[in-house]
């Protein structure tokens, strides 16, 4: 087959039009086209009043050498690529079953792919299954009632679950891993379209039974779940030549689990995780992230000021924004992780603090429009010293908002006006906020570095000239976003190994490795190849 790519039709294009516009691009007639299939469609939108679909197509031509010799050169044209998923390695007998931990997007696919190359792997988690860690979830959004071990941050499917399910990504991807992804996703119960949509997202409710689809799969092929398993500490030996190795795990339950090859994806929020690695001298040093807020706009503005006209159409569904801002301070303030027609959720792990993050369903049909609103911080300038340093910054931040809030889980707010005046917000306006459960109308500055603060003042004026209505004064502002991404990463070598304790692989966003759902589980595959091919050497 051929792959063409950048094959451009009008938003409201007919379906015969598709094929057509082959034949035309490839100078062939209608019945030398075999058949078609779409690979990709995304649209591009930068004249709102003549939005465009972009489409790559993969073709059966009746002489493909013939048209291949033909457009020799046109860079929009090649061999259809296989991004068919090739094993690296078979478990041989006997070999040692690797311990996962961690059933986030990235745990869950090291899992998988260590399962389907028969290593048996035996997977823990700190939390709960999804439907139990579900409830325990609703229990804070509802009842101000936290369970440290089972939340939006802990339990089976990680933070992601509590997310847009957005499943894009920058990253390079020679290997076409990310279609592995999603191919598995799709077998999981996920729409078919994922795989062809530019920017595919499942929603919250769909990932919860793919999730559950996943670890069936992964049961069925030998892998060994163990939730509400915490992992405190981690056995390491050193031999005559000065290497450290991995030979077991403590876990909090008092029983011991040896293990040689340990894949660690335990999120970006297993604070206590962190610090129990770094006690055990495992390489750790600190990374940069982001904090600020998460800033609400009805969905409808945000359409209109995406598509125009073309607000509305089914095709285009929820408009979506990436805006960002480098300021006089020094500081860059961007948008982060929107979800469009999404709610705010409370995120927190720990208690007596509050922290953000942004939710969809798959119809992204609720009334507002939710991103991270956040200015970039970095560890030099920031929070010097100790690698673990970023926590207690985002510790302190966390705990302040929990006050602001009421201390009861309530999270503080403010209308743009008020903040942007420099004064305590007494009330909300026109733009309910969706944070549950519930919040409390008051100064951000109180719950923010005073640097944020000064961005982020800067910034909104600016995109309120990019995107109509942003910088309205009933927007509202609910604190604190600090989960942007860890702030520590465990460094690895090339064999994916910590660089100073053998068989130990650190994995996926708590690593510092990745940042969303298939960055992650990409990650998760690569760590787990790896750990096959130490296996199998």
Not at 39 to 49: F, S
Not at 477 to 506: C, H, I, K, W, Y
Not at 514 to 524: E, M, N, T, Y
């Amino acid at each position: 087959m051929l792959r063409l790519t950048d094959l451009i039709l009008p938003l409201d294009h007919t379906p015969e039009a598709l094929p057509a516009a082959i034949c035309k691009r490839l100078g062939i007639a209608p019945g030398d086209l075999l058949d078609h299939a779409v690979a990709r469609r995304a649209h591009d939108a930068r004249r709102k009043t003549n939005i465009q679909l972009v489409y790559t197509v993969d073709v059966r031509v009746r002489d493909e050498s013939a048209v291949l010799a033909r457009l020799h050169g046109d860079r929009n044209l090649g061999p259809t690529p296989d991004t068919s998923y090739k094993p690296v390695a078979q478990a041989p007998a006997g070999s040692k079953r690797p311990v996962v931990i961690g059933t986030g997007p990235c745990g869950l696919f090291a899992g998988l792919i260590l399962a389907q190359m028969g290593f048996r792997p035996i997977i823990l988690d700190r939390g709960k299954v999804v439907r139990e860690r579900t409830k325990d979830t609703w229990g804070l959004w509802r009842r101000s009632v936290l369970n440290p071990e089972s939340n939006v941050q802990f339990g089976e499917g990680g933070a992601g679950t509590f997310s847009d399910g957005k499943l894009y990504s920058r990253i390079k991807d020679p290997r076409h891993l990310n279609r592995k992804v999603l191919t598995e996703f799709v077998k999981a119960g996920a729409p078919p379209e994922i795989l062809t949509e530019a920017h595919p997202h499942i929603g919250t409710f769909r990932l919860v039974t793919m999730v559950e689809s996943l670890r069936e799969t992964i049961e069925g092929l030998g892998g060994e779940y163990r939730f509400q398993t915490r992992v405190d500490g981690i056995d390491i030996a050193t031999d005559a030549s000065g290497e450290r190795r991995v030979r077991g795990l403590h876990l909090h339950t008092g029983d011991y689990l040896e293990a040689d090859r340990v894949v660690m994806a335990i999120g970006h929020s297993a604070r206590d995780t962190f610090a129990m690695l770094q006690a055990a001298g495992v390489y750790v040093e600190a990374k940069p992230f982001s904090i600020g807020v998460r800033i609400e706009h009805p969905q409808s503005w945000i359409d209109r000021a995406r598509f125009g006209p073309n607000a509305g159409n089914p095709i285009l569904g929820a408009a979506e924004y990436h805006i960002a801002h480098h300021c006089r301070n020094g500081r860059t303030v961007y948008s982060f992780c929107m979800c469009p027609g999404g709610t705010v959720v409370a995120a927190t792990s720990e208690e007596g603090r509050v922290a953000t993050n942004g939710m969809s369903q798959y119809s992204r049909n609720e009334r507002n429009a939710n991103s991270g609103f956040v200015v970039a911080i970095d560890p030099a300038r920031d929070y010097p010293g100790d690698p673990l340093a970023g926590i207690a910054f985002q510790r302190h931040w966390e705990s302040l908002a929990f006050v602001a809030g009421g201390s009861n889980y309530k999270a503080p707010a403010q209308r743009v006006g008020d903040f942007l005046a420099g004064r305590p917000s007494e009330a909300l306006g026109s733009i309910v906020p969706s944070y549950r459960p519930g919040v409390t109308p008051t100064d951000l500055a109180q719950c923010l570095p005073d640097f944020a603060v000064e961005a982020m003042r800067e910034a909104i004026p600016v995109f309120g000239r990019q995107i109509a209505g942003y910088d309205h004064p009933d927007v509202v502002m609910t604190g604190v976003e600090t989960r942007t991404s860890s702030p520590v990463r465990f460094t690895r070598g090339a064999d994916f190994q910590s660089l100073n304790t053998a068989g130990l692989f650190p994995a996926g966003e708590g690593a510092g490795y990745a940042g969303g759902i298939l960055s992650a589980a990409v990650d998760g595959i690569k760590v787990a190849e790896a750990v096959a091919l130490s296996l199998a050497a």
